[in-house]
């Protein structure tokens, strides 16, 4: 699944071609995604303009000059192309199947934005003006919001026996965060990812919170990291995966400086956790 990183790239991708564009045009190719589709997608659609492109955790929100959201997830294969334009064509790679063309939009300017989803385990909303979402509703602080403070996240992981990696999967605690990067920031931090969330002294929750938005802004910078399906909106390929410090290392040397140890891979909560039992405490 896309992360906050891959999303956020993704969205800033798009801004140039969506963000301020009239909306000439849209098409849905098929009923349903992960969940049925809005019957009146369509019609709500075309001839609106696109007021803002958000991110909120791991979703895409396009707001619209006539009220109401356009949200978006890309699932496990989803992915947003670009072609045409006044900013110029990207390359679509003849892999990527015209048939798994969900939704099209077209812009007053030309631009083709295409919702591509082999799987289709992406999503596609709206939230009607002056609703909420229940999928964004239970969502906790992003991690470069001023509120996710080191005083935050001490509280909230004070009162968890669960271990530590799986607390901060948690949505509700902090939002975008997944797998690869929870791996990441722990061992910045050098913190085992099976100590309990409750006892980590607030010296190493303080670390922990700078640790956690400096590995999201270097995968940023790096356009996320493309392990199978995950495109920038060009077409590139993001390559934090080349970064990987843990993650999908089993049996790797550690590249903590100073250390010796090797690269474990160990099951919590059904999903692969990587880390170094030498230096992560």
Known sequence: MPELPEVETVRRGLV??????????AEVRRPDLRWPLPPDLVQ?????????????SKYLLAELDRGGTLLMHLGMSGRMLVQGGSLGDFHRDPAILPRHDHVVLTTDAGATITFNDARRFGMVDLIREGSAHPLLDHLG?????????????????????VPVKQALLDQRIVAGLGNIYVSEALHRAGIDPRRAAGRIGAARVAALVGHIRNVLTDAI?????????????SGELGYFQHSFRVYDRKDAPCTAPGCAGT???IVQGGRSSFFCSACQR
């Open 16 to 25: 140039p071609h969506l963000e301020g564009a009239r909306i000439a045009r």
């Open 44 to 56: 709500v659609l075309t001839g609106a303009t696109v007021t803002a492109l958000r991110r909120r």
């Open 141 to 161: 602080p992003e991690p470069f919001d001023d509120s996710f403070t080191p005083a935050y996240l001490a509280a909230a992981l004070s009162v968890r026996r």
């Open 221 to 233: 910078a790096a356009g996320g990291s493309s392990l199978r399906d995950h495109r920038q909106a």
């Open 263 to 265: 690269i474990r891979r």
